[in-house]
Each structure stands twice: as structure tokens, then as C-alpha cells.
């Protein structure tokens, strides 16, 4: 059973090494070397509304939009 808990250890470190914490947010680093913040879901209702209403909203263009 302590073999399971070591191979589950090691997984994690392993997923773990695409992410960092900078100034209290998660990013994830992707293959293009780009970092990419991940946005917690009480968040994401906020942005998906913005995008549609907001400012930058009604999806006129993708680029302003993004």
C-alpha cells in the first residue's frame, strides 16, 4: 500500500512542474512557454460577462474580445 502512496507522490510532482504561484495566482505554463492563468470558478461568470457586455463586448472582433 506504501508503494501506491510513492507512485502517487511522484505523479504529483510530475503535474506539478507546469504550474507557479505568482503574487497569489495559479498560472500554468503551456508549450509554448506562455504562462496562463487559471481563474477560479467564482471568477469566471464575472469574465465570461464582460466579454459579452462589457467594454470589449458583443464579439465585434476576436482580438478585442480576447
Given at each position: 500500500m506504501q508503494g501506491y502512496y510513492i507512485q502517487q507522490k511522484?505523479?504529483?510532482?510530475?503535474?506539478?512542474?507546469?504550474?507557479?504561484?505568482?503574487?497569489?495566482?495559479?498560472?500554468?505554463?503551456?508549450?509554448?512557454?506562455?504562462?496562463?492563468?487559471?481563474v477560479p470558478e467564482f471568477e469566471r461568470r464575472q469574465i465570461?460577462?464582460?466579454?459579452?457586455?462589457?467594454?470589449?463586448?458583443?464579439?465585434?472582433?476576436?482580438?478585442?474580445?480576447?
Amino acid at each position: 500500500m506504501q508503494g501506491y502512496y510513492i507512485q502517487q507522490k511522484k505523479e504529483l510532482v510530475i503535474h506539478t512542474t507546469d504550474f507557479t504561484l505568482i503574487a497569489g495566482h495559479l498560472y500554468k505554463i503551456g508549450n509554448d512557454e506562455i504562462l496562463r492563468r487559471y481563474v477560479p470558478e467564482f471568477e469566471r461568470r464575472q469574465i465570461l460577462a464582460e466579454a459579452h457586455v462589457g467594454v470589449a463586448g458583443r464579439h465585434y472582433v476576436g482580438c478585442p474580445t480576447a
